[in-house]
């Protein structure tokens, strides 16, 4: 979960031990070698940690942000896909707009893209050589993985057509700096090639 354009200073409640990153949960042992889950809040606008907060019960992280000055100014919360954390910060920041971290939206399209493969070949769900490649960024494929997907696709079109479509939308999705009219337009182009995947997909 992060936070922009907050005012109140930084106020950590404890220091974690090592490094972490800025996920909105995750496992941190403290000096004690006791081992505790914990939530970050960090503060887009200054890249840095704005809070930590032990543990991840809904009542405590609630109970901490209503806590927050200024919490009604507000104006964007980047988090998660939980719908558990889009309540609490609907009631917290009522005037903030909620944005998709661009993280787990990506982990979701590559979710139901292998999910589809699987359903369309059943070789994905046990063949390594086939899954870790179709995983991958198609520019960080190494040779012999080039090849032997494109082995695979000449048996499995509909996977190459998927495969296609993954690659494009986590580009769309890998963008920064995006104006609000480049939004739209990259949304247009991508709506458009899917409708392209979708005519090609059938005539073959």
Not at 7 to 29: I, L, Q
Not at 97 to 106: G, P, Y
Not at 142 to 155: A, D, M, V
Not at 179 to 188: G, L, M, P, S, W
Request: proline share 3%.
């Amino acid at each position: 979960m992060y936070l922009k354009e907050i005012v109140k200073p930084v106020a950590e409640k404890f220091k974690p031990e090592g490094e972490f990153d800025e996920s909105d949960d995750y496992w941190v042992r403290v000096h004690s070698g006791m081992v505790y889950f914990a939530t970050t809040i960090a503060d887009l606008s200054h890249h840095r940690i704005y809070d930590v907060i032990k543990g991840k019960r809904h009542i405590d992280i609630e109970g901490t942000l209503m806590s927050y000055k200024g919490r009604e100014k507000v104006k964007v919360v980047c988090m998660d896909l939980s719908s558990g954390y889009r309540s609490i910060v609907r009631r917290c920041f009522p005037r903030a707009k909620i944005v998709a971290d661009r993280f787990h939206v990506i982990r979701l399209v590559l979710y139901h893209f292998m999910e589809f493969c699987k359903s369309a070949q059943e070789e994905v769900k046990w063949n390594r050589k086939i899954t870790y490649p179709l995983r991958k960024r198609k520019e960080r494929l190494k040779p012999h993985e080039r090849e032997r997907l494109k082995n695979f696709f000449k048996e499995n079109p509909a996977i190459e057509l998927a495969y296609e479509f993954k690659e494009k939308l986590c580009e769309l999705l890998n963008k920064k700096s995006q104006t609000a009219k480049q939004c739209k337009n990259n949304i247009v182009l991508r709506q458009r090639l899917w409708n392209g995947r979708k005519k090609r997909g059938q005539r073959e």
